[in-house]
């Protein structure tokens, strides 16, 4: 069993609110009056690059098999 409530029937509505306001007014008085920024102008570097294509899970692919086939290659063979 269970109880539904709504949200505007919980007790701590009231101080819910008052908390939410006090705590959005010391947010904007803490807030420095300077623009904030989105680092826009820091981002030049990754104005010419592409996408990652279609096709890479194939590079992830062979990357893997050449790690796999270095390993069996060096690894010592036990020979009984």
Excluded: C, H
């Excluded at 807030?31 to 590079?59: H, M, Q």
């Amino acid at each position: 069993m269970g109880i539904m409530i709504n949200k505007e029937d919980d007790k701590n509505n009231d101080l819910e609110q008052r908390i939410s306001a006090d705590l959005r007014a010391r947010a904007v008085k803490t807030a420095p009056d300077t623009e904030v920024t989105d680092f826009e102008n820091d981002s030049e570097y990754v104005r010419d690059t592409k996408k990652t294509g279609r096709f890479a899970w194939v590079w992830i692919v062979l990357v893997v098999l050449a790690i796999i086939s270095l390993v069996i290659i060096f690894m010592p063979v036990s020979r009984d």
